[in-house]
């Protein structure tokens, strides 16, 4: 099956990539109805806990601009799939001449160097927000969080490999040229989407805002664990998912399943996504 997805916003030709998919289990979801937990129970395939990593690749005139790098090995057989993905839109590692990280969380960062902590692309520059690289780099972690020592050092590995070519970027400012990033607080402080703009086209990734799409458009009060600041993270997740929907922008997300590019409908207190 393809791991790429494909669409173009004016002269951007975007692409999704799939790196893998895997489903989360309940214990790290948060705010469910016990009728929820229950529908999890028993739902067999797991559809509804079901999630997707994915990266992006935005191609313009030389630019080969990549956003996230997937998680390697480090979840599971199911994933680390983006040089497969990569190869699959034509292009080798060595091709991409720029990466901006939505966030350093593992799934987003750790495919970005190999195990011994080597620079997987050599040829890219190392973009990320200046709010991000200040919160991973501080000294306020601790073994017990989820956002803890063992993100963090992952975070700081892959700072050090790329440490001559890594560029901070205020949020909301240019990562290139028509590509801008959207701050969207609570999963990580400095946490980002981004949005393309071309003409009078428009694309926005609204980062991690959803990591189990079937269960949070329904119900998007649903939080994980893996937000630093939850309250936050839910509150930005209700109002970028409000934006789009009543500006009927193309969107995706890092954990989109399927469709990869679509529009936000809005029905009471819930959403879903029409391709
Ligand atoms: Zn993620």
Known sequence: ????????????????????????????LMNLSDEQSQRIKADE???????????????????????????????????????EALKEAGLEPNDITDIF?????????????????????KNASFKVTDVEYNFWTSDTFTDSEVNG???????????????????????GKDIIPGVTSVSIPGHTPGHSGFRVDDGSETLIQMGDILHVPNLQLENPSISTVFDVDSEAALKSRKDILDMVSTDRLLCTSGHMIQPKFGYVEKSGGSFRIAG
């Open 45 to 83: 395939n797991s559809n509804l806990a079901t999630s997707n990593v994915n990266a992006y690749l935005i191609q313009i005139e030389g630019k080969n601009l990549l956003i996230d790098s997937g998680c390697r090995d480090l979840f599971g057989p199911t994933c680390g799939f983006l040089k």
């Open 1 to 28: 099956m393809s791991r790429i997805s494909q669409t173009s916003v004016g002269n951007f030709k975007v692409t999704a990539l799939r790196d893998g998919e895997l489903s989360l289990p309940s214990e790290v």
């Open 101 to 121: 990280f939505t966030h350093l969380h593992p799934d987003h960062v750790a495919g970005a160097i190999d195990a011994e902590g080597s620079a997987v692309f």
């Open 149 to 171: 020592n063992d993100w963090a050092g992952l975070a700081r590995t892959a700072l050090s490999a790329y440490k001559d070519r890594t560029e901070t970027i205020s949020l």
